[in-house]
């Protein structure tokens, strides 16, 4: 998972006004200054091969604006990347 995390990172890094950080163990992913996703690295999430994307607008306490995704195998980073896409646009200023 840690090296699915780092291509991840790597990839969305490139996307404009896109920059990362660290938090509580993982890769934290920022649009300007708006969190949008989170990426394991020394720890992981609920399920061990999961990240987590920001659902901006929903859910009344901050867990309930989270959104989990499994990676099971490299054939699923396509699918992840686009549901980092759609946080990522959600994440507007």
């Given at each position: 998972?840690?090296?699915?995390?780092?291509?991840?990172?790597?990839?969305?890094?490139?996307w404009?006004?896109?920059?990362?950080?660290?938090?509580?163990?993982?890769i934290?992913?920022?649009?300007?200054?708006t969190?949008?996703?989170l990426?394991?690295?020394?720890?992981?999430?609920?399920?061990p091969?999961a990240?987590?994307?920001?659902?901006?607008?929903?859910?009344?306490?901050?867990?309930?604006?989270?959104?989990s995704?499994?990676?099971?195998?490299?054939?699923?980073l396509?699918e992840?990347?686009?549901?980092?896409d759609k946080?990522?646009?959600r994440?507007?200023?």
């Open positions: 998972m840690k090296r699915w995390s780092v291509l991840l990172a790597e990839e969305v890094k490139q404009p006004e896109t920059r990362t950080g660290r938090m509580f163990g993982m934290s992913v920022y649009r300007g200054d969190i949008f996703a990426l394991p690295d020394t720890r992981g999430l609920e399920l091969n990240i987590a994307i920001k659902l901006n607008g929903t859910g009344k306490i901050e867990a309930e604006k989270w959104q995704f499994a990676i099971e195998d490299d054939r699923e396509g992840a990347l686009k549901r980092l946080a990522y646009h994440a507007v200023k």
